[in-house]
C-alpha cells in the first residue's frame, strides 16, 4: 500500500465545503432578554449568601501578604492566619 506524493499533497478532501458547516446560530432580541432577565433574578435572589462570599473573598486577598510573612516567621500557616485575624479585629485595637 504505497501512498503518492500527489495523494498526500491533495488537500480537496481535507477542505471543508457550505454542505457540512454549520451556519451560525443567532439569538433572536426576545431569547436575550429574558436570558439576562434571568441572570438578574438569580443574582437579585442569591444576593444574602453573594455578597459576604465576595467581602469574604476581598477580605482573604487583603490580608494574605500579611500571613504569608508571618507564617514566614512562626512556621505554622494556622497560627499566621489566626493572629493575623485577630489583630484586624475591631475589638482587638482597644
Known amino acids: 500500500m504505497n501512498i503518492s506524493d500527489t495523494e498526500l499533497l491533495d488537500t480537496s478532501a ?12 443567532r439569538s433572536s432580541v426576545a431569547a436575550n432578554a429574558i436570558a439576562t432577565l434571568a441572570v438578574i433574578a438569580a443574582l437579585w435572589w442569591g444576593q444574602r449568601f453573594l455578597i459576604p462570599l465576595a467581602a469574604g473573598l476581598m477580605l482573604a486577598m487583603l490580608v494574605m501578604p500579611l500571613t504569608v510573612q508571618m507564617a514566614g516567621w512562626l512556621l505554622s500557616s494556622v497560627a499566621a492566619t489566626v493572629l493575623t485575624l485577630l489583630r484586624l479585629h475591631p475589638r482587638t485595637w482597644h
Do not use: C, E, R
Open 14 to 25: 481535507a477542505t471543508p465545503t457550505s454542505s457540512n458547516l454549520l451556519a451560525p446560530v
